[in-house]
């Protein structure tokens, strides 16, 4: 179906009662409605090629809403998919720079490995071009599968099944397999990367906020001087926060913000910028909903 607008493109998003639009022409409009600076030229796709030498050919789209602007990076229905979420008021030349850093960044972390062994090996996933096994950190995107009527992986840009991605598991057999999901729009594993557990109670985001400013408080004053280093320890803090915003009750974020924002309040302090800063991005980051 072609767009109600331009008529050249193919429509891409409906909105009930105002007809069916490409991302464009839907952009323009909201951009109008909205007051909004939006991206109109870029290229609209990218080619990068990953570690082995294969290129990818990525198609590059940005949909803007009155609350949001995602970026996304397509590599046709089984390929890899990597996405930018930012502001509508914020830069989207930057957003877009990011995306592709995320692309190529992306490509050099392959979870499955070439193998380059001439005998068959029985835990490997067997491709055209080759084998591959399974690295023992990596990611993959969970996708229904059209042909089967299930769901399977998209790894490195492959489709996976489910008893495929096992067996390939099968060569750290005795080990456990810890899992999270995770947004498209999060940031990459990248090469370098493991995850690790890291506790995002309440209690325990409060208890490190305490010990941090222990570190530099006088008493219950904090001195310009030292205002600097205490402002580089607490946005350490405060990516944990983010973490517990992010994967935690949207409740205790919100609680745990809040007693975070009081806590920094009850700062004496003769410097001009603390706690304004840190209060900020806690309201930045803080659940609304
Ligand atoms: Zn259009």
């Known amino acids: 179906m072609l767009c109600d607008c331009?008529?050249?493109n193919e429509a891409r998003i409906s909105i009930a009662g105002e007809g069916d639009f490409c991302f464009d022409c839907h952009n323009a409009r909201i951009a109008k409605t909205y007051n909004l600076k939006i991206l109109e030229h870029f290229a609209r796709e990218i080619v990068v090629r990953d570690p082995?030498?294969?290129?990818?050919?990525?198609?590059i789209t940005?949909?803007?809403?009155?609350?949001y602007s995602e970026w996304t990076a397509e590599e046709g229905s089984e390929g890899n998919t990597f996405s930018v979420f930012v502001k509508p008021e914020d830069d989207q030349a930057?957003?877009?720079?990011?995306?592709?850093?995320?692309?190529?960044?992306?490509l050099q972390h392959q979870t499955l490995q070439l193998q380059d062994s001439k005998f068959t090996i029985s835990n490997?996933?067997?491709?055209?071009?080759?084998?591959?096994?399974?690295?023992?950190?990596?990611?993959?995107?969970?996708?229904?599968?059209e042909i089967t009527g299930g769901h399977h992986l998209i790894i490195d840009g492959r489709p996976v099944t489910g008893s495929d991605f096992l067996r390939m598991l099968s060569q750290y057999e005795?080990?456990?397999l810890c899992y999270q999901t995770r947004e498209l729009s999060d940031d990459i594993l990248e090469k370098g990367m493991i995850l690790i557990p890291v506790r995002i109670d309440a209690e325990t985001i409060l208890n490190r906020i305490?010990?941090?400013?222990?570190?530099?408080l006088d008493g219950t004053f904090l001195s310009y001087k030292r205002e600097s280093a205490c402002s580089s320890a607490l946005n350490e803090r405060l990516d944990e926060y983010e973490l517990l915003c992010h994967y935690g009750d949207p409740e205790t974020a919100r609680t745990v913000g809040q007693a975070i924002i009081d806590r920094l309040l009850?700062?004496?302090?003769d410097t001009d910028e603390f706690p304004d800063y840190h209060i900020n991005i806690i309201k930045k980051i803080m659940p609304t909903y």
């Open 6 to 8: 331009c008529k050249a």
């Open 94 to 106: 930057d957003a877009l720079m990011r995306l592709h850093r995320k692309v190529i960044t992306g």
């Open 174 to 176: 005795g080990r456990n």
């Open 210 to 216: 305490e010990e941090t400013l222990s570190w530099f």
């Open 124 to 145: 490997a996933l067997q491709t055209e071009d080759g084998q591959y096994c399974i690295n023992d950190t990596g990611c993959g995107r969970i996708e229904y599968d």
């Open 62 to 67: 940005n949909l803007v809403m009155p609350d």
């Open 266 to 269: 009850a700062i004496d302090n």
């Open 52 to 59: 082995s030498n294969r290129p990818h050919h990525f198609i």
